[in-house]
């Protein structure tokens, strides 16, 4: 879809003086394999707020704007993401240290880049609460074998609210946040539903007062 591509450009953007060429390219790979559902709802929640306050946005610096903060929350997803994964599957055991030093280099390199895109945003907060439980379930988990993966996707779809709604000039309301966790339960891409936007007209609010008067990257 549309929005997927232009998060995706806007991802590789964010990383593109990284060096040397072969993490790079690891980037592009995973961009590739993870869901982009995370940063498409990001911009699902603008559009939505956007089309019920009857603001059209047709300047481009101002779509880019958007771009970047799904971008943000989808390289903070693919980070953490990546991460879960070696946690589970430890491949330094397997003598591969190499690869496995290289791909933990990779992830945070995505995280660092999702948290700079986020940095002057309203969202930066609620994405450093989304890498402090990431932790605090990983320590868990460890700890008591109890598997908390699921609580991921929630928390970055519901960051991914809070960054949509906020680049529209509001905050997002309770039940936008419900939505958002809901979706995390079904995080693929195909899963985001049909009747999404619907969803979303009836859960969002053009009430900018939860702003705090603060200019959103999108305002001009």
């Known amino acids: 879809m549309q929005e997927a591509g232009a998060i995706r450009a806007a991802a590789l953007d964010a990383v593109e003086d990284v060096d040397p060429q072969v993490i790079y390219e690891r980037i592009d790979e995973l961009l590739d394999q993870e869901s982009m559902a995370p940063g498409v709802f990001t911009i699902a ?3 939505a707020v956007r089309e019920r306050s009857g603001r059209t946005t047709d300047d481009l610096d101002a779509d880019d704007a958007l771009a970047e903060r799904a971008a943000g929350v989808q390289l903070i997803y693919v980070g953490l993401s990546r991460t879960r994964a070696l946690a589970a599957d430890q491949p330094w055991t397997t003598g591969d240290g190499d690869a496995a030093n290289l791909e933990i280099l990779v992830a945070d390199i995505l995280v660092a880049r999702g948290f700079y895109l986020l ?3 309203e969202a930066s907060d609620e994405a450093v609460a989304v ?3 990431f932790g605090r379930d990983q320590t868990v988990a460890r700890e008591t074998g109890e598997s908390l993966d699921s609580n991921l996707e929630r928390d970055v779809f519901e960051l991914a609210a809070v960054a949509g709604a906020t680049a529209a000039g509001v905050s997002p309301t309770p ?8 979706l995390g339960d079904a995080p693929s ?3 985001l539903p049909r009747s999404l936007h619907e969803q979303l007209t009836a859960v969002v609010s053009v009430d900018s007062s939860g702003t705090d008067g603060v200019r959103t990257s999108v305002d001009h």
């Open 189 to 191: 891409e195909a899963s």
């Open 45 to 47: 929640c603008a559009n």
């Open 131 to 133: 890498v402090r439980a």
């Open 175 to 182: 039940q936008l946040r419900e939505l958002a966790t809901d």
């Open 119 to 121: 940095a002057r945003t």
